[in-house]
């Protein structure tokens, strides 16, 4: 995650720095997930990915669950405060296209295709289970998926809102299922048990999503699996 020392400083020109440094990161993150998508059946990525025991692929997953800083304010005015919800709005994407590029992740080690045993998808699940950010993580990317389901009914999720929304449950599903410990549902039980009874339940996300997009059946399967293990 950039992070420049003139972006943090107080002001409209760090706060603009600041913005600029989002939406590259964005843009890369983005750009990681669609490389993923287009590589899965080249046997040389692999290669790559294994490299120095997976490093990379460590240090990937610690910038995907971190939370991005922002930078301070003082005096707020109107170019300010719009600077503000722009910088809100970024870090608000930045969760979520964290959470798809995670769930490639998690995919590409779910391969057979996948024989690193410094990095199994196990031992990729626990290192994110022990993350001190986890939960910072967790918070937000569930914010922003409620943010989006509790506009208006007659706004349908959109088709890449929907692979958003397939892909992050996922993600959750996932860690609910494979965790070592209870952690994680535990959490999530505790602080998002009402979101998942009313809001990210099978028949409230039929209602958002259009039924011709292919991957709407098993979005809905996998909120009917991750609202079982926590409602």
Request: hydrophobic share 40%.
């Amino acid at each position: 995650m950039p992070n420049s020392a003139a972006s943090m400083k107080l002001g409209i020109k760090s706060a603009k720095r600041r913005l600029k440094e989002l939406e590259a990161c964005i843009a890369f993150i983005e750009t990681l997930a669609i490389m993923f998508q287009e590589t899965e059946f080249y046997s040389s990525r692999n290669l790559i990915l294994y490299e120095e025991k997976c490093k990379y692929m460590n240090c990937l997953f610690r910038s995907l669950i971190c939370e991005p800083e922002s930078v301070k304010y003082t005096d707020m005015n109107i170019e300010l405060s719009e600077l503000k919800n722009k910088l809100d709005a970024q870090i608000s994407n930045f969760y979520l296209v964290s959470s798809v590029l995670l769930w490639e992740l998690m995919h590409c080690m779910s391969l057979t295709s996948w024989n690193c045993t410094d990095l199994t998808l196990e031992i990729f699940i626990k290192n994110i289970e022990y993350s001190s950010s986890l939960k910072i993580f967790l918070k937000s990317l569930i914010g922003e998926l409620s943010k989006i389901v509790n506009s208006s009914d007659t706004v349908l999720l959109s088709a890449k809102e929907t692979i958003i929304f397939y892909k992050s449950f996922s993600v959750l599903l996932i860690l609910v299922e494979k965790s070592n410990s209870t952690s994680v549902i535990e959490y999530l039980k505790s602080n998002f048990y009402e979101e998942f009874k009313y809001y990210f339940n099978e028949d409230r996300i039929r209602l958002k999503t259009y039924n011709h997009y292919p991957i709407s059946k098993d979005l809905l399967a996998v909120v009917k699996k991750l609202q079982r293990n926590i409602v």
